[in-house]
């Protein structure tokens, strides 16, 4: 039996009761929805890649909204990073991309032993003005975990989002209708225009990359339909590349405490992070081992270089300055520093312990310039020889899912070292 | 009948009573703007042209700091702690954007007597790996030389002086954990060497304004008071010289003062 006249019956006139059964009914069909028995709807077109989190690493990642990761665009990536034909030509000696210059077993750099660009130093497909290749300006930088890297790309950082320098027109380009200097995916152009790189035109490198038919399906997996063009092709490489996160060296391993260091290699951990060899405050900050910030480190007197920091900022302290690189892998990625001065990690270690000169761009980080280093022994520099060796990431040298498709038979840009 | 009337009386009564209390509390914000000065006037960088009070001859390049714990004291003398326990607050001369601290928090309209703030971060929360992201991840302070409560650098104050033969040699004027040392060079103890201060001044927050405060560091007192700081004396590098720290703590005590905007401190 129903009450006429329950406590709460003053307050429910006949519109709260029907509003009161719409909220009921329209609570029962949320909590439906949610319930994971029921199946979800068929999902079309590519696959969000989400990103996992990496302890210890940044949680901000560089990517551009106009280019959301997926799984398909990724995949196609790793093809065109690879691929051989991003030059626009499909014969035998004109084969350059991405993985030319950037060789996984070498850390995605050069390598001091490239077969074809001696001492680590790259040049660009021949052209009449340069029948030998045009060298690079500066040595090549790694590509290990750009996407924790908010701060510019390039020895210089002129690749940034506040970069509003134009390149061509009549492009497409992440949003805009110009080629831009201030994403990952503006270096595929630029290295595909540059004369020291591809030394090629975009028409001819999309033109061959759209008559492959094997890319045909892959596009349209990653961006719904075939077309291919350089804001597509920019993407997907950038994708790609944004996956390369290395975290499965050593030292890491040691901050989780699932392994032990030497005694050596202990010692030349109190060294890297202590005051003495005073490695840290321009490779540490978290374990990416860079701040990716620019300093002066006392090379040089002079400075003559166009594309320093100085060339992007125009603050005179920063002339000579370039990005301090992180030092995951820098067992095997030299050449060292932007011009490749160094051939091995011994001359680095000689450099900051011997070798600094004063300047008055000098960055202040560098106290020891006075003494020209940090003065180390001889144990300690092997001490921390053997600390900078548990930074290698051995596993992601040979990890397949960066490594060059075998579908792309001749046309791929093999490992050197394989 | 009787009954339910005075009921109906007693409600209005009530809702009447709630709705003056809500009136009576209106809200402002706060707006901390940092400056940082050599004495009076703006610090310049990158010009040799300060001496400290040991008579160095220096110049500035940039400055990086925390400030935490940050909290209001009201007239009776309670505090309100602004955004919370865990908020720290970083500010750097080369990032504009880090000069400004909007606080988001919803002030309490009214008279305020005094700042209080921890500068750089206490041991509890100074933990390592507290922060994830740049520019606050790179101020991590080594373990070895900070422990599990020396995480991050309170300071860093980076310049150049000119020694007695007139060389221009960088220094890291850098502040965090201490360390206590054996005799074979081991680290037997931890110093913390953060400080609290509480800076009076007469602040008030008006409703539904944002009110302005200078928070001013005047950089020439870290080298002078009470101790006169000799560049000479202890180099470059001072992260694992805890007398050189002890006394930077002790010379901060004034080096922070507050400015109120004249009108009443709001803008």
């Known amino acids: ?418 | 009948m009787k009954w339910n009337g005075i009921a109906w009386i007693l409600m209005l009564g009530l809702l009447v009573n709630c709705k003056s209390n809500e009136e009576d509390l209106s809200f402002g914000k706060l707006l901390i703007e940092f400056q940082h000065l050599v004495n009076e006037d703006p610090a310049s960088f990158d010009k040799l042209i300060y001496e400290n009070g040991a008579g160095n001859p220096y110049e500035l390049s940039n400055i990086q700091w925390f400030l935490s714990d940050v909290a209001l004291r009201k007239k009776n003398g309670e505090y309100l702690l602004i955004e919370g326990e865990d908020w720290i607050h970083y500010v750097d001369t080369d990032l504009p954007q880090t000069h400004f601290w909007e606080i988001q928090q919803a002030i309490p309209a009214g008279s305020y007597t005094a700042i209080r703030f921890t500068f750089g971060i206490k041991g509890e929360k100074n933990s390592p790996n507290r922060f994830a992201n740049p520019p606050e991840s790179n101020m991590f302070w080594p373990y070895p030389m900070g422990g599990d409560e020396g995480g991050y650098h309170y300071m860093k104050l980076n310049g150049f002086w000119l020694n007695p033969e007139e060389e221009r040699i960088p220094f890291n004027f850098h502040l965090g954990v201490g360390q206590i040392y054996d005799l074979e060079g081991n680290v037997t103890a931890f110093i913390q060497n953060w400080f609290e201060k509480e800076l009076s001044a007469a602040i008030v927050v008006a409703p539904d304004q944002t009110s302005r405060i200078y928070f001013k560091m005047n950089i020439q007192n870290w080298f002078i008071n009470p101790h006169v700081y000799d560049h000479n004396e202890y180099g470059g590098k001072i992260m694992n010289n805890q007398e050189a720290m002890g006394k930077i703590k002790e010379n901060g005590m004034d080096v922070f003062s507050l400015e109120i905007w004249e009108d009443g401190s709001t803008k």
């Not at chain 1, 990642?61 to 690879?82: K, S």
């Not at chain 1, 033109?207 to 349209?220: A, E, R, V």
């Open chain 1, 1 to 418: 039996m129903v009450q006429q006249n329950s406590y709460f019956d003053h307050f429910l006139p006949g519109k709260v009761y029907y509003r009161l059964l719409m909220v009921v009914l329209l609570t029962a069909t949320f909590l439906y929805s949610c319930d994971p028995d029921t199946p979800a709807p068929v999902q079309e077109g590519p696959t969000a890649f989400i990103f996992p989190d990496v302890q210890h690493f940044p949680t901000q990642l560089n990517i551009p909204e106009q280019n959301p990761m997926t799984v398909e665009g990724i995949e196609l990536g790793r093809y065109l990073f690879y691929d051989g034909r991003l030059s626009g030509s499909s014969h035998p000696d004109s084969l350059m991309s991405c993985a030319s210059c950037h060789i996984q077993s070498k850390g995605f750099e050069v390598g001091i032993d490239h077969p074809k660009y001696k001492d680590g130093h790259p040049f660009g497909l021949p052209t009449e003005n340069y029948p030998e290749g045009k060298p690079t300006p500066h040595y090549t930088m790694h590509l290990l975990n750009l996407v924790y890297n908010s701060n510019g790309y390039l020895w210089n950082g002129m690749i940034h989002k506040s970069n509003e320098r134009k390149g061509p027109e009549g492009y497409e380009f992440m949003g805009d209708d110009y080629l831009s200097y201030k994403y990952l995916e503006s270096l595929v152009w630029m290295s595909i225009l540059a004369e020291h790189e591809i030394a090629g035109s975009i028409e001819k490198t999309i033109n061959l990359i759209g008559s492959i038919p094997m890319y045909k399906p892959m596009f349209t997996a990653a961006f719904g339909t075939d077309e291919v063009n350089i804001d597509r092709v920019s993407k997907a490489i950038a994708q790609f590349v944004r996956t390369i996160v290395a975290n499965r060296f050593k030292f890491y391993k040691y901050v989780r405490r699932e392994v032990d260091l030497t005694q050596q290699e202990l010692r030349g951990y109190q060294l890297f992070f202590s005051e003495d060899a005073d490695c840290f405050h321009c490779h540490s900050g978290s374990l990416l081992m860079t701040t990716n910030e620019y300093y002066n480190n006392a090379k040089d007197t002079v400075f003559d270089d166009p594309r320093d920091r100085y060339a992007i900022t125009g603050d005179l302290m920063n002339k000579g300055a370039y990005k301090a690189p992180s030092l995951i892998n820098c067992e095997i990625n030299g050449p060292y520093m932007h011009d490749g001065r160094f051939k091995s990690l011994d001359e680095v270690i000689d450099f900051y312990s011997h070798g600094l000169v004063y300047s008055d761009y000098v960055d202040p980080l560098m106290k020891y310039v006075k003494e020209n280093g940090v003065q180390m022994t001889s144990e300690q520099k092997a001490d921390l020889k053997a600390f900078l060796l548990t930074l290698t990431d051995h596993e992601l040298l040979n990890d397949p899912k960066y490594s060059c498709p075998d579908e792309l038979g001749t046309f791929g840009i093999r490992d050197y070292a394989y």
